[in-house]
T-cell receptor, first 114, second 116 residues
């Protein structure tokens, strides 16, 4: 059974800092990995999707890397802003023949202080 | 619609009651998913529809949970004889097509269920 772990569970940083969120998964046979953002009382917003054949994806101040063989992904946020405060979730999609479910980690709650 | 719509946004019920949660996906999206998120946890998969049929219902926790999508659009998650442990946020998501492929899911805001 795939298990996804995110470290740290919570993180508080001053505005402007660069930061890294970590995600690890136990079964390296994944199809892709996604990073989501969740704001209180709202649904999940997809930030970045990395296919299993890719090493990283970038969008603005966000960069996600994937090391499939070691079962790890990182989300790098540059020059953090108070508006980045949210819960960040990573999720892996199982192999192509196993349906389309996502397995989520428990999330990292990020607070960026002005 | 422009996004995935879920109703009600909040539902408080008593133990043992029957509850229905509705999801209206993005128009034209054939794939629809239900997830459940308990406090402090990540979402857990419940069921996936491709069109009208449940392609994967292996995440439903027990036979008190049932979901339908009779016309391939709106879906209803039904919970019978609710228990306090059913309290969670129930998230619905849709994508243009399901199965394999890099389709990004669009999630709704969720329905928060509280069972007293």
């Amino acid at each position: 059974k795939q298990e996804v772990t995110q470290i740290p569970a919570a993180l508080s940083v001053p505005e402007g800092e660069n930061l890294v969120l970590n995600c690890s998964f136990t079964d390296s046979a994944i199809y892709n990995l996604q990073w989501f953002r969740q704001d209180p009382g709202k649904g999940l917003t997809s930030l970045l999707l990395i296919q299993s054949s890719q090493r990283e994806q970038t969008s603005g101040r966000l960069n996600a890397s994937l090391d499939k063989s070691s079962g790890r992904s990182t989300l790098y946020i540059a020059a953090s802003q108070p508006g980045d405060s949210a819960t960040y979730l990573c999720a892996v999609k199982r192999g192509e023949t196993s349906g389309s479910r996502l397995t989520f980690g428990e999330g990292t709650q990020l607070t960026v202080n002005p | 619609g422009a996004g995935v719509s879920q109703t009600p946004s909040n539902k408080v019920t008593e133990k043992g009651k029957y509850v229905e949660l509705r999801c209206d996906p993005i128009s034209g999206h054939t794939a629809l998913y239900w997830y459940r998120q308990s406090l402090g946890q990540g979402p857990e998969f419940l069921i996936y529809f491709q069109g009208t049929g449940a392609a994967d219902d292996s995440g439903l926790p027990n036979d008190r949970f049932f979901a339908v999508r009779p016309e391939g659009s709106v879906s209803t998650l039904k919970i019978q004889r609710t228990e306090r442990g059913d309290s969670a946020v129930y998230l619905c998501a849709s994508s243009l097509r399901g199965g394999s492929g890099a389709n990004v899911l669009t999630f709704g805001a969720g329905s928060r269920l509280t069972v007293l």
